[in-house]
């Protein structure tokens, strides 16, 4: 009996039966993996640790919720003994001596760590092609890009490969590339979930989440993934919900709020219709429409292109070259050791936010940019509070169309980051937003945002879990159109 395509429930369900043993569920994800290599979708993988994992647990059964569930990790989180490289040459080699809080709280609560995905370098990128292990592809086509950061999560779960993944969400990484490949992802609120051993790119941004097929298998994973960390200045010491406890309740009376700011007159006519179809569905289980305003939300890509990078190139000063990482060979000095390293280890896409970053923190331009940047993103997270006292939920597009072809816009940064124009504003104000499947564009999935208020990620979870109980587009998949 196969496990390809099967949610964590199912999964569950079959080991505790004795339809299947652990140890055969992890073999079959390794032989899938081996089967679907050229989506290059891992850069690692954790064959021998994960079989033996399986093997202890048929021996000796385990009733932990996430016992003997194959899950990939992102690989920017750092994993004890198992390499971590986020996407980059820089780190080629580094092996950490300790685990992410996420993966810690993932594998005590059972789960099986089968391998390490393909990322933008440092979480960098909205396409995974920035990454040094080269493009993954997204298994709906292998002419299209998966989306990113987080892209080869996505396309790993997309394929069926795993029923899940984790992922990190700066400004849409989540899902973005979740919308583009057919799944569903959640960033939760900003802190929900512990930063310690995630390798930071943008540290007042990043999120980690999960990614699944289904809004149930995120909060599944949700429920063992949070934790107050002390080890983490960010983390939040607020009661953790159990996130399955509301899935099911009914939305009559729920009000959904439509931005009237939003300009959809530039997007591919197939996304606004089932845009449109989506939100028909929802007034159709008794949820109201009401219209709303954030009218700081244009600035939301401009705000963004300032406070990440200028963050990034404060993090970023870590990789020199001494500590750990990569060494160039044949420098001269100590600065000719930090230019080298950083050089040969750091890709153009790196470069070009280190760059945007400093020059927006230097001394004659701080006020004029990252203060500005910084007051902007405070007018931004006041609007949304404003409107979050009327409504329950605000949903938008995903993305702005489908998947697009490999190589289409690495020529033009500034179309590559305008793909984050929905995601963007819920990062900058620490909101949850998800992604699920709402439609299918000429064969090419696309995505439905739902943004929650403050700590609500229970309502968007509902929300998401009510409507694929009413539609299936989660349930569609690449088989035969993957060849």
């Not at 592809?137 to 790993?156: D, F, I, Q, Y």
């Not at 006020?367 to 997270?381: C, M, N, P």
């Not at 590559?416 to 000429?442: C, K, V």
Request: charged fraction near 20%.
């Amino acid at each position: 009996m196969t496990i390809k395509y099967k949610s964590i429930k199912e999964i569950k369900n079959m080991i505790s039966n004795k339809e299947i043993s652990n140890k055969e569920v992890i073999q079959e994800v390794f032989s899938l993996i081996n089967e679907f290599q050229d989506l290059n979708a891992f850069i690692t993988l954790n064959e021998e640790n994960s079989i033996k994992k399986a093997e202890e647990l048929d021996n000796n059964p385990s009733d932990l919720p996430l016992a003997g569930i194959p899950i990939a990790q992102k690989d920017l989180f750092c994993t004890k003994g198992l390499r971590t490289t986020c996407g980059s040459n820089i780190l080629n080699n580094f092996i950490p001596p300790y685990s992410a809080t996420v993966i810690e709280n993932l594998e005590n609560a059972g789960c099986i760590s089968v391998g390490k995905t393909n990322m933008d370098e440092f979480a960098m990128g909205s396409s995974n092609e920035t990454s040094f292990f080269g493009n993954v592809k997204n298994p709906w086509g292998k002419n299209l890009v998966p989306g990113g950061s987080s892209g080869g999560a996505a396309s790993a779960v997309a394929a069926g490969l795993v029923p899940a993944a984790t992922g990190t969400d700066t400004g849409g990484s989540i899902r973005q590339p979740a919308s583009l490949c057919g799944i569903t992802g959640i960033k939760p609120t900003y802190g929900r979930v512990s930063r310690w051993g995630m390798i930071a790119f943008a540290s007042s941004l990043d999120q980690a989440g999960p990614m699944a097929r289904t809004a149930e298998d995120c909060a599944f994973m949700l429920n063992e993934m949070c934790s107050h960390d002390e080890k983490d200045t960010t983390s939040l010491d607020n009661e953790i919900p159990d996130f399955q406890e509301n899935l099911n309740s009914s939305l009559k009376g729920r009000k959904i709020g439509i931005v009237k700011d939003l300009d959809l007159s530039s997007l591919n006519d197939d996304v606004v219709e089932i845009y449109q179809n989506s939100l028909k569905e929802f007034e159709s289980m008794g949820a109201e429409l009401v219209d709303i305003s954030l009218p700081h939300l244009s600035l939301s890509v401009p705000a963004y292109y300032v406070v990440a990078p200028a963050e990034c190139s404060s993090n970023l000063s870590r990789f020199d070259g001494v500590k750990f990482g990569m060494r160039s060979e044949d420098a001269k000095d100590l600065e000719e050791l930090y230019v080298k390293t950083r050089s040969e280890g750091f890709g153009d896409e790196v470069k070009r936010r280190i760059l945007i970053g400093s020059y927006v923190l230097s001394a004659g331009y701080y006020d004029a940019y990252y203060k500005k940047a910084q007051q902007v993103r405070r007018l931004i997270k006041n609007d949304f509070e404003n409107v979050f006292k009327n409504i329950d939920v605000i949903m938008t597009p995903t993305t702005r169309g489908p998947a697009f072809k490999i190589g289409s816009k690495g020529d033009d940064p500034i179309q590559m980051y305008l793909e984050d124009l929905f995601t963007i504003s819920a990062n900058l104000a620490g909101l949850p937003a998800m992604s699920l499947p709402n439609g299918n564009i000429e064969n090419k999935p696309i995505g439905l945002q739902i943004i929650g208020n403050f700590l609500d990620e229970n309502t968007i979870l509902n929300f998401a879990h009510m409507f694929q109980n009413e539609t299936n587009w989660h349930m569609y998949t690449p088989e035969g159109i993957i060849q």
